[in-house]
């Protein structure tokens, strides 16, 4: 079993609608969490971290749920420029090697449509 | 606007070749990781550098791979002898420390012949 999990979609969205979707983890000690995009043929980027009471950031909310070992990425409003691959990732548990070592899932397509 | 730098972008060369990738972090960034990016498999961490001291490489074919931060402005990612199976983008990360974020180069796209 992957230590992260994605549905890799695609989530097909009309433009100005909401789209949300969620990934699971495996390492319950994990500690830290974010969502990155990654654009065709670019590198990830940082979109945001995720925080334990949930966070906001302009359209994009992510929130943690640590006792199910999911995160999940909402996006409201949604653009055209909003398509792209949404990765979560996974932070190691700080007591072991793993500290330090993001743990990427394989990603989520969005596909905003017109 | 600092970035991560990688160089070359593209290498197309052929079976059997070495393969030498170089890597600028950011400068101040203490963790450097090496990543191989396919539509098969994904993202798979290769290597892992704190501090320029090797932390972890459990990802990278030994026996062809090999990964060194000769300095803290470059770290370097070499295949000898690359094999076709080898061809992926080839991305290097750095942050500041083990509990921050990462911050991508623009990846070098190897294509072995």
């Known amino acids: 079993r992957k230590e992260v999990e994605q549905d890799p979609g695609p989530f097909n969205v009309p433009e100005g609608a909401t789209v949300a979707f969620n990934c699971t983890y495996s390492n319950s000690a994990s500690q830290s969490f974010f969502w990155y995009r990654q654009d065709c043929r670019k590198e990830p980027k940082l979109l945001m971290s995720?925080?334990?009471s949930g966070n906001e950031d302009g359209r994009f909310t992510a929130q943690l749920n640590r006792a199910s070992q999911y995160i999940s990425l909402l996006i409201r409003d949604s653009k055209l420029s909003d398509s792209a691959t949404y990765l979560c990732v996974v932070n190691g548990s700080p007591t072991t090697d793993s500290w330090g070592k993001l743990q990427f899932g394989a990603g989520t397509q969005v596909v905003v449509t017109p | 606007d600092a970035r991560v730098t990688q160089t070359p972008r593209h290498k197309v060369t052929e079976m059997g070749q070495e393969v030498t990738m170089r890597c600028q972090p950011i400068?101040?960034?203490?963790?450097v990781f090496w990543y191989r990016q396919t539509m098969m498999q994904g993202l798979e961490l290769l290597a892992y550098f704190r501090n320029r001291a090797p932390l972890d490489d459990s990802g990278m074919p030994k026996d062809r791979f090999s990964a060194e931060m000769p300095d803290a402005t470059l770290a370097t990612l070499k295949i000898q002898p690359s094999e076709p199976r080898d061809s992926a983008v080839y991305f290097c990360?750095?942050?500041?420390?083990?509990?921050?974020?990462?911050?991508f180069g623009p990846g070098t796209r190897l294509t072995v012949l």
């Open positions: 995720v925080y334990s």
């Open positions: 990360a750095s942050g500041p420390g083990p509990t921050d974020t990462q911050y």
């Open positions: 400068l101040g960034h203490n963790t």
